[in-house]
């Protein structure tokens, strides 16, 4: 079994900033997990905004390149999500993921609110 424990939301200004970070624990070798933040706006299907994989190659949606930074601290188990120049269409729920042998885990989700 294998838990992820997002932290860092909250409500912030357009153009503010937040850092999310997840902690994963269970049975996980944090270090060859790939892993990624998804977000759920109302009405919305979930969408992949970042992902990292075990060599710290990066991958980010369109609409939050040059905004968004997702890095990992394996020896904390712990992956993060800097968010900077923060939008309303960033309001969403963001979800901490991690593939591991072949299985998906889910974190049960931190609210993002950008709003004035």
């Known amino acids: 079994q294998v838990q992820l424990v997002e932290s860092g939301g909250g409500l912030v200004q357009p153009g503010g900033s937040l850092r999310l970070s997840c902690a994963a624990s269970g049975s996980i070798v944090f270090s060859f997990a790939v892993m990624g933040w998804y977000r759920q706006a109302p009405g919305q299907q979930r969408e992949l905004v970042a992902v990292?994989?075990?060599?710290?190659?990066?991958n980010y949606v369109d609409s939050v390149k040059g905004r968004f930074t997702i890095s990992r601290d394996n020896a904390k188990n712990t992956v993060h999500l800097q968010m900077n120049s923060l939008k309303p269409e960033d309001t969403a729920v963001y979800y901490c993921?991690?593939?591991?042998?072949?299985?998906?885990?889910w974190g049960q989700g931190t609210q993002v609110t950008v709003s004035s």
């Open positions: 993921n991690a593939e591991w042998r072949t299985l998906a885990y």
């Open positions: 990292i994989n075990s060599g710290g190659t990066t």
